[in-house]
């Protein structure tokens, strides 16, 4: 062990990083995705083609041998949107663009919820972070589409049909609505509350995810994380308490020198 580490050269760990750092944005390009699923298929081909050469199986050795040849012809064309995604990114500046686009996806959802209390209707919108949402995702009606504040309103209005129950965002996309959330079991929680607010704290008790509700009674705004609920949120305490979860202090403290200088 020391005699490797001792013929180890720079060169070998800046090796060793770089295809980690590739391997590591591979799994978090498809992860939640079907690619997933379908690398699981071509694995479990892989298995049954080592297996079937040590059984002797021939015919099938011999026709998933075929199969496997045109391999990466098979992954380029099964994985195109992935890796035309991919290749878009590269050269860009992926931190940056990053906070920009969580910035304007916390716009899009500080305008929905505004425009939610002015048409007085209710909502549960729940944002995913690291905790996966499977379980719950799973109870709803997948809709994977582009976050927008016009369709977040159009979804939660009462002639939709997937008003009812919460809508899960990940990554600024709806990846369902719908869906059935955990009620919290909290014997100090207000009496007051409703199932909506219930349902919020619960969820943030078992997971990471941020989530807005929005009072059909009331008209209030509040958040719920770590199950603790912060009511009564206006536009600027609602856009300020996801700037400071989602975006880091170094890039708000960038965005207002920047907003300084331009005014200056």
Known sequence: MVDILKSLRWQDVADILIVAFIIYHIILLIRGTRAVQMLAGIAVLIVMYFGARELEFMTLYWFLGTFL????????????????????????????????????????????????????????????RETGLKDYIESGHKVDAHLSKELLVSLFHPTSPLHDGGIVLHKGRILTAGCLLPLTRNPYISKKLGTRHRAAIGLSEETDAVVIIVSEETQQISLAQHGALTSDLNETTLRNRLDAIFIPKEYQRQMLWKSWLSRS
Do not use: M, N, Y
Request: glycine content about 4%; charged content about 20%; cysteine-free.
């Open 69 to 128: 040849s045109s391999i990466f012809l098979i992954i380029i064309i099964i994985f195109q949107r992935d890796i035309r995604r991919a290749l878009t990114q590269v050269g860009q500046t992926p931190f940056a663009k990053t906070h920009e686009e969580t910035s304007h996806v916390i716009e899009e959802i500080v305008g929905a919820s505004l425009s939610l209390v002015r048409k007085k209707l209710g909502a549960l919108i729940v944002i995913e």
